[in-house]
């Protein structure tokens, strides 16, 4: 993402958090990580639209997920989802994968990618909904 040098233009930043209870430091509200689990679709678009208002950019992405090597709250070890929210609107999709906890982060983080690179090139998804 930030490999060109007028990265800064196009990318706000980015937030890491490990801890099940790090996203409400960055606004995700608690409400939703008690009733759906950190582990969730609801709880990756909360954590989208909560970067996306906390660095004031156009489209922000969630990222959840179960790298291991134990499972998460009652999820399973290779559960992962992400969200994009851009405006108004949102997308969110499940992942299953290997329970290998690096492949896991790179075909999440991968996927989340081509994703928003579809949705800024105005293409439809796989389910055909259009960006």
């Known amino acids: ?7 800064a233009v196009y990318f706000k930043g980015g937030v890491v958090v490990s801890s099940p209870v790090m996203p409400q430091a960055y606004g995700v ?4 990580l008690q009733q759906h689990a950190t582990v969730s679709q ?8 909560a970067i996306r208002e906390q660095l004031g ?3 922000g992405i969630g990222i959840t997920g179960v790298p291991g ?3 998460l709250e009652g999820q399973p070890v290779g559960l992962a989802y992400f969200a994009i929210a851009n405006g108004n609107t949102g997308h969110v ?10 492949t896991l982060k790179r075909r999440v983080s991968n996927a989340a990618l081509i994703a928003l ?3 800024l090139r105005g293409e439809r998804d796989a389910k055909g909904y259009h960006w």
């Open 57 to 59: 950019a156009d489209v």
């Open 42 to 49: 609801e709880s990756a678009m909360a954590m989208a639209q």
């Open 1 to 7: 993402m930030t490999e060109g040098p007028d990265s």
């Open 93 to 102: 999709e499940e992942m299953r994968v290997s329970p290998r906890r690096m």
């Open 117 to 119: 690179s579809k949705l």
């Open 69 to 71: 090597p134990q499972a």
């Open 29 to 32: 509200p608690a409400e939703v």
